[in-house]
C-alpha cells in the first residue's frame, strides 16, 4: 500500500495526518506502529485519520491511534488543533469553525486568525466510575473539596479525572524538570486502580494563573505535550484551589492557554483549550 501523509506537531505533540474522507482506510495494528517507528517509518506520538461523518450539523470524524502501540484511543487535545489546520489548508473545508466527532466526544474547534487553534473541549468527567478509577477501600485527602488519592505503588497521590480519557494529576514540589517522570509514570499509568490505564501528569505551580507539565502519556511515554493533560491538570488545580480560571501551560513543546469556569459557572463548564498546530512535512510510504 502506499500512503500519502502529512506530518505535523502541536507544542511538540508530534502525528502523521492521513486523509480517508475520499476511500475508506483499514491499518492494522503492525501498519499504524511502522508508520509511529522513528527509525523504521514516519516517527509520532499518535496517527490522525480523518473520514466524513455521517451525522447531522457534525462536519468530519476522526479516530486517533497510538503509534507505539497501534491502538486506537479516545481523545487527543493536541491532534484536534493539528487537525482543523490540517482540514482547512487542505481545502476540506471553507469554515474557520468545525465540528468533529472522535470515539466518544464531539468537539467544536476554532481556527485563529493568528493561526493558533481554540477547542471547546467538552466538560471534565469526575465520576470515578467513568474515568474508570476503582477507589474502594482507599480513604483520599480533600482540598478544597475535591479528592487526592493514595497510590501507594507509585509512592504518590493524584488527582483524578477524564477529559475523555483518564487522567492521573500529582502536584511536583520543585522543578518539574527534576520530578522522576520515568520512574513513577509507568507505575501510575499501569496501576491496577485504572483498569484501562491512564496518563500521569506531574504539575509544578509557577503562580496562580501559571504552571508547568509534563505528562507520561498511556501506552507512548512522556511526550513533548499532552492537551488533555493540560486540560485535565489546570481543572484539577482550580478544584483544588490553587489556579484561577485561566492559566498559561508550559510543556516542554511548547504553551497551551487552558481556561474553565467550572467554579462559578458549574462543574459541567467546557474546558478551552487554545495552542498551535503546525505543519511540518508532507510524504508517502509504502507499508
Not at 483520599?140 to 493514595?150: D, K, Y
Not at 491538570?233 to 469556569?261: M, N, Q, Y
Request: some cysteine.
Amino acid at each position: 500500500m502506499q500512503l500519502s501523509f502529512t506530518k505535523m506537531h502541536g507544542a511538540g505533540n508530534d502525528f502523521v495526518v492521513i486523509d480517508a474522507t475520499r476511500q475508506p482506510l483499514s491499518l492494522s495494528a503492525a501498519q499504524i506502529r511502522v508508520l509511529g517507528d522513528r527509525r523504521f517509518g514516519v516517527g509520532c506520538d499518535q496517527i490522525l485519520v480523518i473520514e466524513r461523518s455521517a451525522t447531522p450539523g457534525v462536519d468530519f470524524r476522526y479516530r486517533i491511534f497510538n503509534g507505539s502501540s497501534g491502538a486506537e484511543v479516545e481523545h487527543c487535545g493536541n491532534g484536534s488543533r493539528c487537525f482543523v489546520r490540517y482540514v482547512v489548508d487542505k481545502g476540506l473545508t471553507d469554515k474557520r469553525s468545525v465540528r468533529v466527532e472522535t470515539v466518544n466526544a464531539v468537539l467544536e474547534l476554532h481556527l485563529r486568525d493568528d493561526g493558533r487553534v481554540t477547542v471547546d473541549m467538552g466538560a471534565p468527567v469526575f465520576d470515578l466510575a467513568r474515568v474508570p478509577f476503582d477507589s474502594q477501600g482507599l480513604l483520599p485527602r480533600e482540598l478544597n473539596g475535591f479528592a487526592l488519592w493514595p497510590l501507594a505503588e507509585a509512592a504518590c497521590e493524584v488527582a483524578v479525572l477524564s477529559m475523555g480519557n483518564p487522567h492521573a494529576v500529582q502536584i511536583v514540589s520543585g522543578d518539574v524538570d527534576l520530578a522522576p517522570v520515568g520512574q513513577i509514570g509507568p507505575l501510575v499509568e499501569a496501576h491496577a486502580r485504572f483498569p484501562r490505564k491512564v496518563n500521569a501528569g506531574f504539575m509544578q505551580i509557577v503562580s496562580r494563573s501559571e504552571v508547568r507539565l509534563r505528562v507520561f502519556e498511556r501506552d507512548a511515554g512522556e511526550t513533548l505535550a499532552c492537551g488533555t493533560g493540560a486540560c485535565a491538570a489546570v481543572v484539577a488545580g482550580i478544584r483544588l484551589g490553587l489556579l484561577d480560571e485561566s492559566v498559561e501551560v508550559h510543556a516542554r513543546g511548547g504553551d497551551l492557554k487552558i481556561e474553565w469556569a467550572g467554579l462559578s459557572q458549574g462543574l459541567q463548564a467546557a474546558v478551552l483549550m487554545t495552542g498551535p498546530a503546525q505543519t511540518v512535512f508532507e510524504g508517502e510510504i509504502t507499508l
